[in-house]
């Protein structure tokens, strides 16, 4: 197994279980992983280091992981921007792992995100953010 050294992982959701299973799928892969309950908790983590990727689920409790990762890619401009649900999107703005996952697809999906461009996983697109 290739490890992640030096790679750093925030992970946000409001499942436990799926939030320690993420933590202990992506650990395991050899990445530094930081877990978050909330967005808000995300923020707080976010303003303590830099993060390599961002992997938020899109449907949590008060902020949601649309706003969370508008908040964190200003913050961390270099941010990779990975998602997570259990509920279909028909046009995600950037990469989306459809829940329930196995643990190979998490690493294959996390490793495909971490070789895509900040640009292109970051902030919104602007055209995507204005047909809101």
């Known amino acids: ?40 908790a995300a923020l707080v983590c976010l303003a303590q280091r830099d993060f390599d990727l961002l992997l938020t689920d899109l449907q949590l409790p008060g902020l949601d992981g649309q706003e969370l990762t508008r908040v964190a890619c200003q913050r961390q401009p270099l941010l990779r921007v990975a998602w997570l649900s259990g509920a279909p999107l028909a046009h ?12 190979e697809a998490l690493r294959v999906f996390v490793a495909a995100a971490l070789r895509q461009e900040p640009a292109l996983t970051g902030a919104l697109r602007p055209a995507a953010a204005a047909a809101r």
Do not use: I, N
């Open 1 to 40: 197994m290739s490890t992640q050294a030096g790679v750093c992982v925030l992970v946000v959701d409001d499942d436990p279980l799926m939030r320690r299973r993420l933590g202990r799928v992506l650990g395991q892969a050899g990445f530094e992983v930081w877990l978050a309950e909330s967005a808000e």
């Open 92 to 103: 995600p703005e950037r990469m989306l792992l459809a829940k329930p996952f196995s643990h």
